[in-house]
């Protein structure tokens, strides 16, 4: 069955911190992973990663895959009061219809 | 990015009834949609994914009789959730991906389901 756990659960920091979020997973066919803001409503989208060891980049955010390890890091530097939300990480495994499969996302909390 | 919808954000029904949900897709046209639930602290639930013009694949666990897929056309899609009871209340959200965005999914601002 495809996995996706995600740590910490909950994470309370201090404005102009740096956090890391981790996410791993276990699905056959891995396709891509992919990190989202959750806050009131809706996922936003941050990021698609499918390749090993390329960073990508967006603003005080970034994250790189591992596909050896199957793990994937979400990093945030400078938070600010405005990062807090869930985050939630998804692995995309073709299976006829490319479904997402969620972990249950890591609750931040910035702090003024 | 794309643009989706869905209607009503919020709706309280009695036990028994029956509540539509409706997903759209604004502004690209969506070949395959998806459904969500999520309960409070808890991730998103992928209950089904709709292509158009074929019958919707519920995952495990799913009752396909109790939630009514439908994706007539390839900008909405609508999910009935028949004889609710307070149990079904949740957020549920649909996705929506299509050739335009290189099959990103795109997410809806979601519905509250509440049932008393």
């Known amino acids: 069955e495809d996995k996706v756990v995600q740590s910490p659960l909950s994470l309370v920091v201090h404005e102009g911190d740096t956090v890391t979020l981790n996410c791993s997973y276990e699905?056959?066919?891995?396709?891509?992973l992919l990190w989202y803001k959750q806050e009131k409503k809706a996922p936003t989208f941050l990021f698609m990663l499918t390749s090993s060891g390329i960073e990508k980049k967006s603003g005080r955010l970034s994250s790189i895959l591992d596909k050896k390890e199957l793990f994937s890091i979400l990093n945030i530097t400078a938070t600010q009061t405005g990062d807090s939300a869930v985050y939630l990480c998804a692995v995309e495994a073709p299976g006829g219809s490319e479904k997402l499969v969620f972990g249950k996302g890591t609750k931040l909390t910035v702090n003024p | 990015g794309a643009v989706v919808s869905q209607h009503p954000s919020r709706v309280i029904c009695k036990s028994g009834t029956s509540v539509k949900i409706e997903c759209r897709s604004l502004d690209f046209q969506a070949t395959t949609m998806f459904w969500y639930r999520q309960f409070p602290k808890q991730s998103l639930m992928l209950m089904a994914t709709s292509n158009e013009g074929s019958k919707a694949t519920y995952e495990q666990g799913v009752e396909k009789d109790k939630f009514l897929i439908n994706h007539a056309s390839l900008t909405l899609s609508t999910l009935t959730v028949t004889s609710a009871h307070p149990e079904d209340s949740s957020f549920y959200i649909c996705?929506?991906?299509?050739?335009?965005?290189?099959?990103?999914?795109?997410f809806g601002p979601g519905t509250r389901l509440t049932v008393l």
């Open positions: 699905v056959t066919n891995f396709r891509s």
């Open positions: 996705s929506a991906r299509g050739e335009r965005w290189a099959n990103e999914q795109f």
